[in-house]
């Protein structure tokens, strides 16, 4: 797998610890194309398109950290792990709700350049075992000159496979954009449809109000949450719009349009607001 750092392909996956119908909503409201499928238990992979890095020029690190961030933030109750590479590097970000995102990175030729302390939090964070799992991944932080960046990734995927991850067949870390594509539609893959505001939103309340944050989607903690993604959003938003990044405009849009449309949830039921 040593090829020229200039003929590598670009690309990213984006693992949510959560089912498709759990993903679809807050995914829908990043307004990209995206392919959903199933990636094992409890897990989902959604496989992006490729154009914001392909032909925006901002490096698909970059944008996936913000596609990760506003996903993990929406969702609040399943962490977002992003694997990506380009022609020089391969990484991860892993995000869980508000906390900081913590990442890894190993240059092209599988040279690690990340801290040891990064491996560990992504470990934590993930509830892997933190004596198994975590010998597991040592290996990924050692000098190794037979793998390469991408036999990196594949083997962090193979760890994960201890707790249900479980990728669709021929969905490779390292592969182009194109044939991610093409394999995860072959993989019967759907296409995340971008429905308009009001749907998205409804659809991702829908799909909240179900599972374990429903008792809080309203009264003082919701308006608590709310209040918190506008507070993150915003700066993130101005961040994004001032260095033209497609990634954290992105997110920072993201969450504001959830935390405005939070506080307006009790309306959009027809429930009273309760103390």
Known sequence: MNATP???????LL?????????????????EELLLAPAGIDWSVLVPEGKPWLHGGEPVERVVTGWATALAVSAAAWPVLALWWDGDRAGF???AGFRRSVGYTWLADGTPVGEDEAMRTFAARLALDPVLDVQALEPLTEPDRDADAHTRLIGLTAVLARVGLELPTGLTPGDSADRLRSVALAQGAEEVEWSGWRDAVRAELDAVE????????????????????????LPVLAWGLARRSGGWTTAGALLVADGMLGLAYDRLRGLPTRE
């Open 210 to 233: 179900g599972g374990r944050l429903g008792p809080y989607l309203v009264g003082p903690r919701a308006r608590l949450l709310c209040a918190a993604q506008l507070g993150a959003g």
């Open 93 to 95: 970000i892993l995000a």
């Open 15 to 31: 693992l949510c610890r959560a089912e498709p119908a759990a993903v679809r909503p807050p995914a829908q409201l990043l307004r």
């Open 6 to 12: 200039g003929s590598r392909p670009v690309g990213a």
